[in-house]
């Protein structure tokens, strides 16, 4: 039985301890990508610790947008990753 290549990358990351920090790494990008380029274009990813992505956005519009939307955003970017590691959204 043949894994795909990236079920087996996902393994080797496990096993030395990197998936968290490569996760980390490219929030920003998955971030961007949910949002799209407007929004991306007026928010920044502050951190993402301990399952926990704090966002600051500039517009307010758009941030009470964003809050009002953290729970689809949260399974939008769980999604994405494959795996259920945002467990909240902080919209600042």
């Given at each position: 039985?043949?894994?795909?290549?990236?079920?087996?990358?996902r393994?080797?990351?496990?096993?030395?301890?990197?998936?968290?920090?490569?996760?980390?790494?490219q929030?920003?990008?998955?971030?961007?990508?949910?949002?799209?380029?407007?929004?991306?274009?007026?928010?920044?990813?502050?951190?993402?610790?301990?399952?926990?992505?704090?966002?600051?956005?500039?517009?307010?519009?758009?941030?009470?947008?964003?809050?009002?939307?953290?729970?689809?955003?949260?399974?939008?970017?769980?999604?994405?990753?494959?795996?259920?590691?945002?467990?909240?959204?902080?919209?600042?």
């Amino acid at each position: 039985m043949t894994k795909p290549l990236a079920s087996l990358l996902r393994g080797v990351l496990r096993k030395y301890g990197l998936e968290k920090a490569m996760i980390k790494e490219q929030m920003p990008r998955h971030w961007a990508e949910l949002v799209g380029t407007r929004v991306a274009n007026i928010s920044e990813v502050k951190s993402f610790e301990n399952g926990v992505l704090k966002v600051h956005v500039t517009e307010s519009t758009w941030r009470t947008e964003l809050m009002l939307r953290r729970e689809e955003l949260k399974r939008q970017l769980n999604a994405a990753i494959g795996d259920e590691v945002v467990k909240e959204i902080i919209i600042r």
